[in-house]
Structures are given as C-alpha cells and as structure tokens.
C-alpha cells in the first residue's frame, strides 16, 4: 500500500506529456491538434521516431505530402536501419517530384536484406529508371536523325540528370544552350552538371556568363553558385567563350585587366566588344582614354568626341575631367545609369516577398524575418506575407508573436492561406495558454492488500510567461474499498480523501522536476483516529525517462524505463520517502489491434527515518497492454512481484492490476 501512496504523490506532480496528449488527439481525430504536439514533444525530444513517424502519418491524413515528405526523412536519418520510413520517404519523394532522392534511396534499399522491402524497392526502382532509359533512348535516336534538335537534347538531359549521370547530362545541356542561347536557365544546369563531375573551371564559367545576363532569375541562380571571391580572368575568358556575344562580361573584363595593370589587354578586350557593340558609350570613353595614355592621340580622339557629343551627359562629364586631370582609368560611377546604346540592364531588385522566400527557403530564417517584415511594410493587408511570417516566427521559436500573424493570415479572403493558417494557429495556441487543466486517474488491485484502490487528480495551472514556474490549484482523490482496514494501522492504507490543494512545479527539464503543495485533506469516512479535515503539505523531485518502444510505436523494440522521486510528505510524520522504479523490455508487435509490452521490474523503496514499513525490494515480471479503439492514454497494467523487507524480516507476493488514464485540456 504504501508504494501505491508513493506513486500517486509523485504522479501528481506530472503533466501527460505532450506525445501522449498527441495520441489522444489523434483518437479523437484532431489532427490539427495532433501535429502541434507531436511537434511540441520533439522540440524536447527530437530522435524519438516513433513520434515523428507518427507525425508524418498524421501530416498525411491531412494533405500535406511535402512535410510529412521531410518527416519520414528525418527519421531515415535518424535511424538508418528502419528500412520502411526510408521506403515511405522515397514513395514521397516521387511523389512530390524529387525523383533523384527517390531513385537514390530505392537503388539503396533494392540491397536490403529484408526479402519485403527488397522486392518493393526493387520494383519501385524498375519503375522509376525503365521511362528515363525510355526517354533517353528515344532522345537519341531523335538526335541520330536532327542533331540540331533542341528538344530532344533538353529532354535528355534532364532524363540523365535524374539518373546521376552527370557527364551525359552536362554535354547535352550544353548542346542545347549552343542551340539557343537565349534560354539562360541552360548555362546554370550545364553549370550544375560540370561541378557534378568535377569540373569546376567550366562551372564557374557558366555560373558567371549566367549572373551577367538580363534574366533575373538565372543571374541570381548563376551568382548564388559562384564562389564566394571574385572570378578569374581565366574564368571569364571561358564564359565568352559559352557567350561571345555577352556585353557585359567582355566589359568587366576589360575593367578586370586595368584593375590588375594589364592596359594591353584592356585595350585589346575594349576594341573587340566595340565591334559587337559599336556604340558602347563606355567602352568608346575608355579606350579612348587608354589610346591617350600611349600617346596615340589620333585613334583616341574620335573616340572621346563621339562620348562628348553623345546625349549621356553625365558619361561626358566625367570624360572631361578626366581629360583635364589626364587620369587614364575611367572608373564607372556608381550614381550614373548604364549607357543606352548597347541597353545593358541592370539586374532588377527583387521585391522584398521574393527575398523572403528565398531566404527562407534556404534557411536564412533572420534574413527571412527582415525581408518579410519589410514586405508587410509596404502592404499590410498581405495575407500570405502574415502567414510567411507567422512559419518564420515558429521556427524561430518565438510562437508568441508567430501566432498574432496566423491569427492575421486565418481572416483573410484566400481560402487556402486561411486553411493553413487557421492549422496553425490551433496547433501552437494550447502551448501558449494561460491556464492548462489536466485530470488522470489510476484506479488499481492488489493482492498483497486484497485492496482496491484509486487515485486521481484535477488540476488546473497557469502560466507565468517564460518563467520555469507554473502555480497550480489541484482537487486529488485517495481512497480503497476499505476491506481489508483492520490489517494495519490506518495511517498506512490510503487517505479515504478528496485533497484540495495549491502548489507550485517547474517546467518539466530533460525528465527533472521539483514541486511543492500546501492544501487540506477532507475525509469522505469517519476515522477514530483522525478528523474530518486535516492540514496536508507535500512536495519533492522527481525524474522520468524512457528510451526505446513505447507502448504506442508502430515497431516492436527493446525499452528502458527509469523512475526517481524524493517525496517529502507531512502525513508520514514529516518523513523523506525516496524510491525508484525501473523496467526493461519489449514492445511486442501489434496483434488485431491489441498494443502490449513484456518486461521486467526492479524496484527499490527507502526512507529517511529509516521504518521497517518503508524500506524493501520487489522484483518480477510487468505486462502491459491496450486497444487501438481506447484512448491513446489508457494503458492497463499487470505486475507479479516478491518483494523483500530491507529491515525486517520476511517479504511478500503481490499481483497488482492497475488501469492509467490522462487527458489534458
């Protein structure tokens, strides 16, 4: 009896934990619900996969193929060995166009030892290679008869490209740009491809001629894949080569060689983009110079008048100071515009919403918060730009500010944005509710005592913001079937009591908490020995963890369960009760429905006072079980125990049957 007090002091002082309201969640088909939590307990717990293996079902039961994509990689990585999370990635992959992860894994697992997943990968492999060998085959064949056709080389490209053969990828994307060099996305996937393979002289070419160009969206890929410094002369040379026709980059060489002090080759790069471009102001401006520096004021003259009596009168401007000062440099002015003639356009700045995304997408979460914030700035009533910041904000783990913009997002007119939002938001509101109310009960038998008893709590607490604190007001209940009440001294069989009580806990920290309650205790029976209503005052430290298969994993697997409380309570005379309870096993695989684990006990009780009553040892094997259709935190247990009295001879057999269940609102 006296262990069953114990445990319910220190149970008491414990939440359900976020995973197990997530399955209650799930039981009751809030999936919403279900997510923020799962999310919640793997911010505490982040290699625990059968929660996020778990979640990434529960994000599949509501369409969002792509996050529950990343979960079940998460857990691939985590686990190398859970074989059918790396198959549902893989499915995922293909599924949402990421064809080369998803070959990449299926070519990996068609080598499992496992004869099941073996054969599925195999043929999912078989599925996913057979159309790109098709199409690669059709592609050349086509090319056999038109070697200029464009298509047919894009195509095989990029049917090459998924199958990692970079080299064959590479050749015909570069076919194809020769072919039409206006679709600049080509120079970045030729790009791609030489890097792929090693040869990084041509990428860097290909990025660079692709970053000097007027598609916006190919320059940003091209400067986002060059390296970090400033290209080499050699790199440019093999860029015009891709582009002889690129203004911009024969230009900047030109600049490069008078940078470095190579006015020869300056001079020769500027005549030969005057003869692409006879009408480049700037070009015209500095070769001039260049001519006047060696004194060939014949050639550079013409030149010089024609920028003089041109329209870009700030271009002119600057040419006469230079002039007069005799510098030969004529450095671009950072205020001025491009020349019109060629038209070289500057790359456009991106919209702030743009630069977001971007960020975002490349995990630049800060970069993404300032680019969005300016955004929402510039159009408040943006209800995707709330909604952005919202997701940036949670993964910032600032949930407090990310909720007032999905609160923003969820009253907007796009029924998707509302949809997402509205998710959201439900998934991170109870986390940031000011009160939490949670009630669980622990009704049990013992044979050791020929007892029934039940234990249960209400409680309700708040939350004091970010401090570690949270103040709680709580209604208990302790009472037995009071058949066998004349075996010992009242004091040691249960309270018979509703205790009505308040206390303050810490947040629960890696499985460690402390705790403290003051209340009264109000007897529903009439004791001789003790009145109607009496002072209770309890409080202690208490660590839990478990490792392993838990009762609710999809697979079976070992378990460890491990826990410790110090309980100060003032019924026991103002007695320091320490115990600890540990259990090994096996999570069993499911059958019909039915969840259960074997394992063994090993539990210790003592005391500070020392108490014949209050110090043994019990041993023996533990089972517990459930049903898929009970609520995800009901578990019923079965315990046969010897246990063994550490100061008094003698020792005992119990079997205890107990029925656990929470829920938290």
Sequence with gaps: MFLFGIAAAALTAQNPSPATRAYDALKEKDYDQAIGLFRDALAAEPKRTDWRRQLAYTLLKTGETEAARDQFGEVFAIDAKDEHSALEYAFLCHETKRTIAARRVFAMLSQSSDAKVKATATQALRNVEEPLVAAIERCRRSLEVNPADYSAHVDLARAAETREDTKLAAAHYLAAWKLKPGDRDLLVDYGRMARAVGDLSNANAAFLAASRGEAARAAEAGIDLLPPRYPYADEFYRAIQL??????????????????????????????????????????????????????????????????????????????????????????????????????????????????????????????????????????????????????????????????????????????????????????RPSLARFQTTLWMLPMFSTRWHEAFTYGQLKTELKLGKLPLRPYASVRFVGDSQRAAGALGPGYLSESSFIAGVGVATIPWHGLMAWSEAGNAIRYKDRSDIGRMTPDYRGGVSYARRWGRGILSENPGLFLENTNDAVYLSRFAWNLLLYTQNRVGYKLPDWHGLQWQAGWNMNLTTDRKGEAWANFIDTGPAFRFRHRQLPSSMVVSVDLLRGTYLRQSGGYYDIRIGVWYAQTR
Excluded: H
């Design 243 to 428: 582009e002889p026709g690129n203004i911009a980059l024969r230009r900047e060489l030109g600049f490069l060689f008078l940078a470095i002090g190579r006015q020869k080759e300056a001079e020769a790069e500027f005549e030969t983009l005057l003869q692409i471009a006879p009408g480049d102001l700037l070009s015209l401006a500095q070769l001039g110079l260049l001519r006047l520096a060696r004194n060939d004021t014949e050639r550079a003259m013409p030149l010089i008048e024609q920028v003089l009596q041109s329209s870009d009168e700030a271009l002119a401007r600057r040419l006469r100071e230079a002039l007069t000062s005799r510098q030969v440099a004529l450095p671009r002015p950072r205020e001025e515009k491009p020349p019109p003639a060629p038209k070289v356009v500057e790359q456009p700045k991106l919209p702030p919403k743009t630069m977001g995304d971007r960020s975002y997408d490349a995990g630049n979460l800060k970069d993404a918060l300032r680019f969005y914030s300016a955004a929402l700035e510039e159009n408040p009533q943006d209800q995707e730009i709330n909604l952005k910041l919202g997701f940036t904000y949670n993964m910032l783990k600032d949930d407090a500010t990310a909720i007032r913009y999905f609160d923003a997002a969820r009253r907007g007119p796009n029924a998707r944005i509302r949809g997402d939002a509205s998710r959201a938001y439900r998934n991170i």
